[in-house]
């Protein structure tokens, strides 16, 4: 069965940084676009950022522009989010999503098939 499991959250200060990592199993990790989705509270979904199959491609909200970095390392099954800068605003759940249907121009992701639990970002002082 698919899984997907998120690590690496935290409490940090503004303008420091976080790495989350996401840990896939149960399937051919290889053949699918994966995507990072926050939520904050009193807020819905908001997509993040996106990676192609190959790691070559991405693409990042506004918000996170310069600031984040999707990465994955296919023969370990895992994506990364490196989050440099992070702010106040940052603060959500963090989710890993694989990617069922994407518009390949934005790499805005169309419709997500399974998600992992979901790994806490707190960005206070």
């Known amino acids: 069965q698919e899984q997907l499991v998120e690590s690496g959250g935290g409490l940090v200060q503004p303008g420091g940084s976080l790495r989350l990592s996401c840990a896939a199993s149960?399937?051919?990790?290889?053949?699918?676009?994966m995507s990072w989705v926050r939520q904050a509270p009193g807020k819905g979904p908001e997509w993040v950022s996106t990676i192609n199959t190959g790691g070559g491609s991405t693409g990042y909200t506004d918000s996170v522009k310069g600031r984040f970095t999707i990465s994955r390392d296919n023969a370990k099954n895992t994506v990364y989010l490196q989050m440099n800068s992070l702010k106040p605003e940052d603060t959500a759940l963090y989710y890993c999503?694989?990617?069922?249907?994407?518009?390949?121009?934005?790499?805005?992701?169309?419709?997500?098939?399974?998600w992992g639990q979901g790994t806490q970002v707190t960005v206070s002082s």
């Open positions: 999503a694989r990617v069922a249907k994407v518009t390949l121009a934005t790499m805005v992701p169309d419709e997500y098939d399974y």
């Open positions: 149960g399937f051919d990790f290889n053949s699918y676009y």
